[in-house]
Structure formats: structure tokens, C-alpha cells
């Protein structure tokens, strides 16, 4: 899979995706750092990639039809630090990562991966 890390999240995971053998790069290195949504999502779906975020705006399916996309993945952490965040991606990536997200919108909270 190609991913997409979105600014909200710690560059660490485009380590942990690489090592896994997966293609992943952050919007921050395409220049599109602080970009609205609109633009940010139609770079992934040109170029079929899985987002991973933890922007609530993406999980709005009236304006980004996960159909249209190769996988939209929400991570809703219970808490915000930027360690914390690390830990909880962490210890739900190889589930993620074995899971069928093209078309899905996933979303990771602390309760499991509802997939919509």
C-alpha cells in the first residue's frame, strides 16, 4: 500500500510504514502543510493513496465518499500528547495494516477499528 501521513500525526510512522515494506511520504514534504481539506484529498485520490489522519473533517462521508478513496484511516486517540498519539498508532498499525481499507473509511479509537 502508499501512504499518506497527514501533519497531525508523528513523522515516526513513515519509518514504521517504510520498515514494513510499504511507499509512505507526509503532506508536510509535498508542501502542502496547514492545506484546507479539499486539496489535501484530491492529491489522494489522483494518486491512490491511504490517508492517515486524525482530522475529523475527513470522516465527513458527504463530502469525502470513502468509496472514491483507497483508504481513509481516522485515529481518535483518548489522549493528545504527541507520545501518547505515537503509542496508540502504533499498537493498532500491523491490525491496519492487514486490514482491506480501499474504499473504507476506518476509524481507530480505543474501543477498536469500526469500518464504515
Known sequence: ????????????????????????????????????????????????????TMDKGIADVRSYAPTRYAGLILFRPRTSGRQAVLNFVRRHLPALLQADVAGHLLVVSERGIRIK
Open 1 to 52: 500500500m502508499k501512504f499518506k501521513l497527514d501533519e497531525n500525526l508523528p513523522r515516526e510512522l513513515l519509518a514504521d510504514l517504510r520498515a514494513a515494506g510499504h511507499d509512505a511520504d507526509a503532506l508536510s514534504e509535498e508542501g502542502l502543510r496547514g492545506a484546507p481539506d479539499p486539496p489535501i484529498m484530491e492529491r489522494v485520490q489522483r494518486e491512490r493513496l491511504v490517508l492517515l
